[in-house]
């Protein structure tokens, strides 16, 4: 099932997408939250988007709107850093023994054709195409055993890099670097986890003005997404509607010679297989 959150006339809600046209959930099923978070909070919460899903369909119940990012306000915005084999190959430095774990706040977080801003203070804006997990169930110190099943579904994510802040400044700024506003785009879709039958074996690429900058699969991920969600729940109490940004294959700008940065006017497109298509523009603060 792929869900979507939508602006529409009347505020925001949640459809599933079916086809090329969306149900709208929250008309079919009062009872649901408006927001997907607020769904996935629910212990019968997909049970009861996916009925609302197949009765709206059956019964007309569609909507327009624009497509916005589909976790509204995470909680956590937890990210992964250097997990991919073939990006360590290309900063030449070893794989990580353990997952290399930072954050952005959720300020950062966009949606699909919105705008990332480049602040003034940052002249080297890079991309990252990655794979993102979205937390269905509450749980800390989760076994490995059973991380799957605290994953509500997928989303395509793009964790722009300010390098300049990231690796430059003293003490390497890393939260600062990875956070600025507009830094986290996401969507358009959150792609049920029971659609996904093997998250490790997704094609994922970027293209950069039409041209493609990263093309991996996430075969090449060092820590998995059940890896991921034990490892982390080790410290911090996962919630329903936090994000895991599992780390982003080779390509990226900074590696490149000459390097590649953004800057205004450039489009970028994220692409994992079976997620859609997250497009957005860049423009100067």
Request: glycine share 10%; aromatic share 6%.
């Amino acid at each position: 099932m792929k869900l979507a959150t939508l602006e529409t006339s009347a505020g925001l809600t949640v459809a599933a997408v079916i086809g090329d046209k969306f149900v709208d959930l929250c008309a079919v099923d009062s009872s649901l939250p408006r927001c997907l978070k607020g769904i996935l909070a629910l212990s019968d919460g997909l049970a009861k988007a996916a009925a609302a899903a197949k009765a709206g369909d059956q019964a007309g119940k569609f909507v327009t709107g624009r497509l916005r990012a589909p976790i509204q306000k995470p909680d956590k915005v937890i990210c992964i850093g250097l997990n991919y084999r073939d990006h360590a190959k290309e900063s030449g430095m070893e794989p990580p023994p353990e997952p290399v774990v930072f954050s952005k706040f959720s300020s950062a977080v966009v949606g699909p054709e919105d705008v990332v801003r480049l602040p003034k203070v940052a002249t080297q804006v890079d991309y990252e195409a990655e794979l993102v997990v979205i937390i269905g169930k509450r749980g800390k110190n989760i076994p490995r055993s059973t991380a799957m099943s605290h994953v509500a579904g997928y989303m395509n994510g793009n964790d722009v890099s300010a390098r300049d802040w990231q690796i430059n400044k003293p003490g390497k700024q890393w939260l600062l670097g990875k956070t600025p506003d507009t830094f986290a785009p996401t969507g358009p879709y959150l792609v049920t986890a029971d659609d996904v039958s093997n998250p490790g074996a997704l094609a994922i690429a970027l293209r950069l003005n039409g041209e493609t900058m990263q093309n991996s699969s996430t075969k090449e991920l060092i820590f998995g997404v059940d890896e991921l969600v034990a490892y982390v729940s080790q410290i911090v109490t996962l919630e329903p509607g936090d994000l895991i940004f599992t780390g982003t294959p080779p390509g990226v700008g900074m590696a490149r010679k000459p390097p590649v940065f953004l800057k205004p006017g450039d489009v970028t497109e994220v692409e994992v297989a079976g997620l859609g298509v997250l497009r957005n523009s860049i423009q100067a603060e």
